[in-house]
């Protein structure tokens, strides 16, 4: 079975495959303190019913990059196929500096890639809400990157004196009659109007309409605010495009020696 691992910078999401089909999906906090042992010790409990026999890993903490390689080398016997843009990306990475973009990206955009036509815009509710765009051409060219949801909701309270800390939940009111439904629309809504604002703009630059495929935690929530709607909602994207990568990085490379 197939072990994909997506390190972001809150959780670490942990997707298991059987061939095509995803079994088991896990999430662990992005814990810097923890050690390689702790790491270990998860890893052997998750996946005690399991044979792991490949991994790949997609990270953006790269304090956690070598602990993480080492665990699952221990505990699964396996070496780890590392995403970079330097490995076979399955699509041409057509930004001013490719070293630049964050393994995330580049697994949402080969999963969008091999799932969707093009051209395509991926909008993933993370840490940050990043949009990542791929053209008719199949080229990954670029994206947004803007603050996430959680992360205004912190941002509002650490440097304000009077805004409470509020939780993610539904807007019911554009304007809010108390200071919560007021932020709770600033956020919700307001990362709604930042999508239909953003996909119109990237779309007028592209020339044409472009499949909008929605991925992350918030996706769901978000699109309930949204006038041009999601035409797929697919919240284990970045695991499937990491799955996809390593088929062509490992699989068909073996299919090749064989042959």
Known sequence: MLLTTDIG???????????????????????????????????????????????????????????????????FGVEPVFLTNKINTGVKIKTDFPDEVGADRIANAAGAYILYNKPAIVVDFGTATS???????????????????????????????????????????????????????????????MIDGLVAQCEKELGEKAVLIATGGYSGLIANYLVRPFDFINPTLTLEGLRHLYNLNVISELQKTAH
Not at 48 to 72: M, P
Not at 137 to 149: L, N, R, S
Not at 154 to 180: E, Q
């Open 131 to 193: 949009f990542d765009i791929i053209n008719s051409q199949g080229e990954f060219i670029g994206g947004i990157i803007a603050p996430g949801i959680n992360l205004q909701m912190k941002v509002l309270n650490k440097f304000t004196s009077k805004l409470p800390r509020t939780d993610v939940a539904i807007s019911t009111n554009a304007i809010g009659h108390n200071t919560t439904d007021a932020i709770l629309s600033g956020v919700i809504r307001g990362t709604a109007c």
């Open 9 to 75: 910078n809150t959780n670490i999401t942990l997707g298991l495959f059987d061939n095509d089909a995803l079994v088991e999906e896990f999430r662990l906090a992005s814990d810097k303190d923890l050690s390689l042992e702790e790491y270990e010790v998860l890893l052997k409990s998750l996946f005690k019913d399991y044979k792991v026999t490949g991994c790949i890993i997609g990270s953006v903490v790269e304090e956690l990059n070598d602990k993480f390689t080492s665990a699952v080398k221990n505990v």
